[in-house]
């Protein structure tokens, strides 16, 4: 099977910045909230009333799908792994991750004199959590030449009983019952699967129209929340979590309607297109240590005092916090698109001849 070659249209890309937005608007509920302490079995350290948790679980389940949905995306259009893509995105990570991870772990150190953790950051991307999501995307990246390669010497019906081995090993070996292949969606075994689904849609035009698209998104979004708050209606606040997990299937298959409705909307913009160059910057730059710090605690202290409207604050919080991290890489990118020009200027100078 032959893969077309194709160019992402501004549809896509407008997709890859509202992804962004509901990560950030999911990490503002799960760790600014804290409804991610009901992993524990308990909402003890929930930021809400009771009665408010279910709008958070509302919210949160419309967010979700967010990773699943992104890594699609690199599977519907291919990875093309080069040297060259690896280096430019260990940069990047290096260049917010020294001013917004290093130096505040050191400032930190300096205080309480826990040198271990100050001197482990340098190790950016190699400790998880902070970016768990860049160091399986980078393994995904040397392993996509390979599912590439499938995609293109296998058999229609030799792709869909991977696809499905996938599917069965992640959603009920993992999901369901917890194997440790796939336990929770947050590993490279999820991020493969998803890729394939993506390069499956590809390879087969498989389409949804966009009415159908948007209904499936919003009814397997509202499922997961009805069945996150019958969970802690009866006290089973673990399971409740559970249902984050982002292999589960109505996770993987709300991310799928999602992509298919921006995929059928199809329009161009050199604007949008611009802008979403900066959609990596916007995780770097949300997740780091110091800029997670200050806006989780935004959020502690809005839904302190304005309680009934953290739920319209949470998205317009996650909204300027995108559009800084955009102004940031902007300007970061002019700096080195300036810096590179320079030094090309100076090859060609002192060439010999």
Not at 47 to 53: D, N, S
Not at 183 to 202: D, E, H, K
């Amino acid at each position: 099977m032959k893969n077309k070659k194709e160019s992402r249209d501004s549809s896509i890309e407008l997709l890859r910045l509202v992804l962004m937005l509901m990560i950030c608007i999911h990490h503002c509920i799960v760790h600014g909230l804290g409804l991610q302490s009901l992993t524990g079995g308990t909402p003890d350290h929930v930021l809400l009333a009771e009665g408010q948790i279910i709008y958070a679980d509302v919210l949160n389940s419309f967010c979700i799908c967010a990773v699943n949905c992104f890594i699609l995306i690199s599977g519907y259009y291919s990875i093309r792994t080069s040297a060259r893509k690896i280096i430019f995105i260990l940069l990047t990570i290096l260049f917010y991750s020294i001013p917004f991870n290093i130096i505040p772990a050191f400032m930190h150190a300096s205080d309480t004199g826990n040198w271990n953790e100050a001197l482990l950051s340098l190790l950016f991307i190699s400790r998880p959590p902070t970016y768990w999501f860049v160091a399986d995307y980078l393994f995904l990246m040397i392993l996509a030449p390979m599912l590439n390669l499938m995609f293109e010497k296998f058999s229609i019906r030799n792709v869909k009983l991977t696809l499905l081995g996938l599917l069965i090993i992640s959603c009920y070996f993992g999901f369901i019952w917890g194997h440790s292949a796939n336990n929770t969606g947050y590993t490279l075994m999820q991020f493969i699967l998803m890729y394939c689904i993506g390069r499956y849609i590809n390879i087969t035009n498989w389409e949804l129209t966009k009415g159908k698209a948007l209904l499936t998104y919003f009814i397997s979004s509202l499922l997961i929340a009805t069945a996150m708050w019958t969970c802690q209606s009866a006290g089973k606040f673990g399971l409740s979590w559970r249902l984050t997990y982002y292999n589960d299937p109505l996770l993987i298959l709300s991310a799928i309607a999602l992509f298919i409705f921006f995929k059928n909307i199809n329009f161009q913009s050199l604007f949008i297109n611009n802008i979403a160059k900066s959609a990596f910057a916007v995780y770097l730059l949300e997740s780091s240590t110091l800029i997670s710090d200050i806006v989780y605690m935004i959020v502690g202290q809005i839904v302190t005092q304005y309680n009934g409207m953290i739920f319209f604050i949470i998205p317009i919080l996650s909204l300027i916090t995108l559009i800084c991290a955009v102004i940031i890489d902007r300007l970061r990118q002019i700096v080195v698109n300036k810096l590179i020009s320079i030094f090309n200027q100076r090859l060609i100078i002192n060439e010999p001849g």
